[in-house]
């Protein structure tokens, strides 16, 4: 969406709906604000194990949201290590046997690296818009911030997460935090964003913390040292040809 579209989106939430905007304008607001043609990243993921923690780094280029590239800098045993999503369909490549991976089926839900995150969570790729189904539960602070809290409900069937709850802060439109649930209700994951910091018209986090509440452990922190949006990549990013280069 383009920059004027977001802040008319924004500003057409602040005016037209007041203090108390429809629950489908606050999530196009949250989508256009997190959304973008097309970005590159330098980020860091601290995996939390039981007796140790290690750092693992990766360039990422994203198109929209059905197409994703990333290759793993560091550590040296993970680097050169690269993840393709095109659409419904997501390949690994591991240097030392030389073999691309197709991941699909339960192994979506298999951790990404040993973190909070599994493949699932690269796989979504409907806007909350378009997803879910929201209401307005509250209203509290949260780190300073005044935030809606949203319950969300499942449009569709083959979400990896039927119930989502969110903390929105009122005046960048931007999630908090954010609990992810079964269709049972039982709490699958947690999300906490913060560091947010204006990239040209929009906010964007710059630390987020993923935990996986089925597990023990102090979560993955995800740490984006540098982002950039709506840039022109090589159109060769997204092959399979790029996974052996």
């Not at 911030?145 to 969110?166: G, I, P």
Request: with cysteine.
């Amino acid at each position: 969406m383009k920059i004027l579209s977001v802040i008319c989106l924004i500003l057409s939430c602040e005016f037209l709906f007041g203090a108390n905007p429809e629950p489908s304008a606050i999530l196009k607001a949250i989508d256009a604000n997190m959304n973008s043609s097309s970005s590159k990243s330098v980020t860091r993921l601290v995996i939390n194990g039981r007796r140790s923690s290690r750092t693992v780094g990766s360039i990422n280029y994203a198109q929209g949201n059905s197409r994703f590239y990333t290759e793993y800098t560091a550590p040296p045993r993970d680097k050169g290590t690269k993840m393709l999503k095109l659409g419904k369909d997501l390949w690994i490549y591991e240097p030392e046997s030389d073999r691309s991976i197709k991941i699909s089926g339960n192994m979506l839900k298999q951790s990404v690296m040993g973190s909070d995150l599994s493949y699932e969570d690269f796989m979504e790729e409907t806007k909350l818009v378009d997803a879910y189904s929201a209401r307005i539960s509250g209203e509290t602070e949260l780190d300073g911030r005044q935030c809606w809290v949203l319950d969300l409900t499942a449009k569709q069937s083959n979400l990896a997460y039927f119930k989502r709850k969110l903390w929105v802060d009122k005046e960048r439109y931007v999630v908090l935090k954010e609990f992810l649930y079964a269709k049972s209700g039982k709490l699958l994951k947690s999300i906490t964003a913060s560091d947010f910091r204006k990239t040209g018209n929009r906010w964007y986090p710059h630390y987020i913390l993923f935990k996986d509440e089925l597990k023990e452990g102090k979560g993955t922190q995800y740490y984006i040292d540098s982002i950039q949006f709506d840039i022109v990549l090589p159109a060769n990013l997204f092959t399979k040809g790029v996974l052996k280069k």
